[in-house]
C-alpha cells in the first residue's frame, strides 16, 4: 500500500485525510478479525482458522484491485483486514503449539521474518510496476498480495492440527501422533504429553475464558500486562509509520522522483544497500530508515510475536493472545491514522523523536516485566508467572511438570 498509494492519489483524487483514513483502517478493523479469530481457532481449530483468514484476505484483495472509487477501495480494505487479524493472531500460537520446545523461539519468529520479506516484494513490485499507467499500475500492486495467500488455502491440507488443540477437544491419540512427528524422540514427544495433558487438565474449570481474562487471577494478570504491554509497545515505537509511510519521509528528506521515491523504499525491505550519487542528507535520511527497520526486526518485531504466543495458559492461550493483539492493532491504527497530520504539526523529525522516546520505555518495561522464557515448554513457562517472586530469576525443571498437576489436585480438594 506505501507505493501504490502515490498512484491511488493520482488516479481516484483522495484527499489526505482518506489516505490516512485507507491506511490506518487496515489496523483498527483488524481488531475483529483479532477477537474472532481467538474463538473461531479454540471452536474449530488452529489450522483451518488460519485458511478462513487466506480467503477473507483474497476477497478484501480482489475488491481493492477492482474498485472503481474511494468506497470500494475502503470495503476492500476493511475486509482484507479482517483477514490480516484473523491470521496474524492463530500464526503465532499455531506455531508455538507445534513446535519442539528446543526450537520453538525460531519456529515462532517466522511470521515476522516473511512480514518482513512480503514487505520487501511488496516494495519490488511497486518499483517493478511503477512504469505503468497511474491507473492500472496500482492495482497490479495490490493483486500481488494475493498470491500468498492462495499457497496458505493449499497448505492447510498438509500441515498436522496443533496437539494442544487436539488435547483440548479429547483427541489424545491425534496429538500423540502429531507430537510423534514433530519430535525426533519419542520419549520427548511423551513427556511433551503429559506436560500438556496436565496444563489443560489443570485449567479445565467451568470458568468461560473471557470471565476469566475480564476477572484475572493475579497470575492470569501478570501474563496480561506482559502479553499487553510488548504488543502495545511494539507498534507505538512507530514501526508502521516507517513501512506505511516511507515515500512521505523521503520525500521530506528530498526524493522528489517517483520512480526513485519506490526504488529507494526496496532499499527499506532489504535494509541495506542503495544511493552512491545523491545528497548525504537524502543517503543518510535512507540509512537510518533502514536501520529503524532493521533493529526493529532483529528484536521486538519478532520477539513479541515468540513471547506472547508463549505465555498463556492452553485453555486462554488463543483469546489471551487475541486480546494483545487488539492492544497491538490499536496503536497500529493510532499511528497510521495521524502520522502525516502529527508530522504537519511538529515536523517529521518531531514525531521521530517522540517515537524514539517510547523506543527507550520499551526497554524499560522490558527489562522490569518480562521474564526469560528461552528453553522452557509452554507448560514450563506457565509456571513462571505462578511465582510471586523475581520473575526474572526464576528456573523452571522439567519436574514442575508434576506441579500442575499437583495444584489441580490440590485445588480440586479444596473446592
Request: glycine share 8%; charged share 15%; with cysteine.
Given at each position: 500500500?506505501?507505493?501504490?498509494?502515490?498512484?491511488?492519489?493520482?488516479?481516484?483524487?483522495?484527499?489526505?485525510?482518506?489516505?490516512?483514513?485507507?491506511?490506518?483502517?487496515?489496523?483498527?478493523?483488524?481488531?475483529?478479525?483479532?477477537?474472532?479469530?481467538?474463538?473461531?481457532?479454540?471452536?474449530?481449530?488452529?489450522?483451518?482458522?488460519?485458511?478462513?483468514?487466506?480467503?477473507?484476505?483474497?476477497?478484501?484483495?480482489?475488491?481493492?484491485?477492482?474498485?472503481?472509487?474511494?468506497?470500494?477501495?475502503?470495503?476492500?480494505?476493511?475486509?482484507?483486514?479482517?483477514?490480516?487479524?484473523?491470521?496474524?493472531?492463530?500464526?503465532?500460537?499455531?506455531?508455538?503449539?507445534?513446535?519442539?520446545?528446543?526450537?520453538?523461539?525460531?519456529?515462532?519468529?517466522?511470521?515476522?521474518?516473511?512480514?518482513?520479506?512480503?514487505?520487501?516484494?511488496?516494495?519490488?513490485?511497486?518499483?517493478?510496476?511503477?512504469?505503468?499507467?497511474?491507473?492500472?499500475?496500482?492495482?497490479?500492486?495490490?493483486?500481488?498480495?494475493?498470491?500468498?495467500?492462495?499457497?496458505?488455502?493449499?497448505?492447510?491440507?498438509?500441515?498436522?492440527e496443533s496437539p494442544?488443540?487436539?488435547?483440548?477437544?479429547?483427541?489424545?491419540?491425534?496429538?500423540?501422533?502429531?507430537?510423534?512427528?514433530?519430535?525426533?524422540?519419542?520419549?520427548?514427544?511423551?513427556?511433551?504429553?503429559?506436560?500438556?495433558?496436565?496444563?489443560?487438565?489443570?485449567?479445565?474449570?467451568?470458568?468461560?475464558?473471557?470471565?476469566?481474562?475480564?476477572?484475572?487471577?493475579?497470575?492470569?494478570?501478570?501474563?496480561?500486562?506482559?502479553?499487553?504491554?510488548?504488543?502495545?509497545?511494539?507498534?507505538?515505537?512507530?514501526?508502521?509509520?516507517?513501512?506505511?509511510?516511507?515515500?512521505?519521509?523521503?520525500?521530506?528528506?528530498?526524493?522528489?522522483?517517483?520512480?526513485?521515491?519506490?526504488?529507494?523504499?526496496?532499499?527499506?525491505?532489504?535494509?541495506?544497500?542503495?544511493?552512491?550519487?545523491d545528497s548525504v542528507?537524502?543517503?543518510?535520511?535512507?540509512?537510518?530508515?533502514?536501520?529503524?527497520?532493521?533493529?526493529?526486526?532483529?528484536?521486538?518485531?519478532?520477539?513479541?510475536?515468540?513471547?506472547?504466543?508463549?505465555?498463556?495458559?492452553?485453555?486462554?492461550?488463543?483469546?489471551?493472545?487475541?486480546?494483545?493483539?487488539?492492544?497491538?492493532?490499536?496503536?497500529?491504527?493510532?499511528?497510521?491514522?495521524?502520522?502525516?497530520?502529527?508530522?504537519?504539526?511538529?515536523?517529521?523529525?518531531?514525531?521521530?523523536?517522540?517515537?524514539?522516546?517510547?523506543?527507550?520505555?520499551?526497554?524499560?518495561?522490558?527489562?522490569?516485566?518480562?521474564?526469560?522464557?528461552?528453553?522452557?515448554?509452554?507448560?514450563?513457562?506457565?509456571l513462571l508467572f505462578?511465582?510471586?517472586?523475581?520473575?526474572?530469576?526464576?528456573?523452571?525443571?522439567?519436574?514442575?511438570?508434576?506441579?500442575?498437576?499437583?495444584?489441580?489436585?490440590?485445588?480440586?480438594?479444596?473446592?
Amino acid at each position: 500500500m506505501s507505493g501504490a498509494i502515490i498512484f491511488i492519489q493520482e488516479d481516484l483524487k483522495i484527499t489526505e485525510f482518506q489516505q490516512e483514513f485507507l491506511i490506518g483502517s487496515l489496523s483498527v478493523i483488524s481488531i475483529l478479525g483479532s477477537l474472532a479469530g481467538g474463538r473461531v481457532s479454540d471452536a474449530v481449530g488452529r489450522k483451518w482458522s488460519m485458511g478462513l483468514a487466506a480467503i477473507i484476505f483474497q476477497i478484501g484483495a480482489a475488491i481493492m484491485t477492482l474498485a472503481p472509487n474511494f468506497e470500494f477501495l475502503l470495503i476492500g480494505r476493511l475486509l482484507a483486514g479482517v483477514g490480516i487479524g484473523f491470521g496474524v493472531m492463530v500464526a503465532p500460537v499455531y506455531i508455538a503449539e507445534i513446535s519442539p520446545t528446543v526450537s520453538r523461539g525460531t519456529f515462532t519468529s517466522f511470521p515476522e521474518i516473511f512480514i518482513n520479506l512480503g514487505i520487501l516484494i511488496g516494495y519490488v513490485s511497486n518499483y517493478a510496476f511503477s512504469g505503468l499507467s497511474s491507473h492500472t499500475n496500482w492495482r497490479i500492486m495490490l493483486a500481488v498480495g494475493i498470491l500468498p495467500s492462495v499457497f496458505i488455502a493449499f497448505a492447510i491440507f498438509v500441515i498436522p492440527e496443533s496437539p494442544r488443540w487436539l488435547v483440548m477437544q479429547n483427541r489424545v491419540d491425534e496429538a500423540r501422533l502429531v507430537l510423534m512427528n514433530t519430535n525426533e524422540v519419542s520419549s520427548e514427544a511423551e513427556e511433551r504429553l503429559s506436560e500438556i495433558l496436565a496444563s489443560a487438565e489443570s485449567g479445565n474449570r467451568d470458568t468461560a475464558v473471557w470471565r476469566e481474562l475480564l476477572n484475572p487471577t493475579p497470575v492470569v494478570r501478570r501474563m496480561l500486562v506482559v502479553g499487553i504491554g510488548i504488543q502495545s509497545f511494539q507498534q507505538i515505537t512507530g514501526i508502521d509509520a516507517t513501512v506505511y509511510y516511507s515515500p512521505e519521509i523521503l520525500q521530506t528528506a528530498g526524493l522528489e522522483n517517483k520512480s526513485r521515491l519506490l526504488a529507494a523504499t526496496v532499499a527499506v525491505g532489504l535494509t541495506l544497500w542503495l544511493f552512491n550519487k545523491d545528497s548525504v542528507g537524502v543517503a543518510l535520511v535512507i540509512l537510518l530508515v533502514c536501520g529503524n527497520v532493521a533493529f526493529f526486526s532483529v528484536g521486538i518485531g519478532p520477539i513479541c510475536g515468540v513471547l506472547t504466543s508463549e505465555i498463556f495458559p492452553l485453555k486462554l492461550r488463543a483469546q489471551a493472545f487475541a486480546l494483545g493483539f487488539v492492544g497491538n492493532r490499536v496503536c497500529s491504527g493510532i499511528v497510521a491514522m495521524s502520522f502525516l497530520t502529527v508530522s504537519r504539526g511538529i515536523s517529521m523529525s518531531g514525531t521521530f523523536f517522540i517515537f524514539g522516546i517510547v523506543s527507550a520505555l520499551t526497554v524499560v518495561f522490558v527489562y522490569k516485566i518480562v521474564p526469560e522464557t528461552k528453553g522452557k515448554s509452554l507448560e514450563q513457562i506457565e509456571l513462571l508467572f505462578r511465582k510471586e517472586d523475581d520473575w526474572q530469576e526464576e528456573d523452571v525443571e522439567l519436574s514442575d511438570t508434576q506441579k500442575l498437576v499437583q495444584d489441580h489436585e490440590n485445588s480440586t480438594f479444596t473446592l
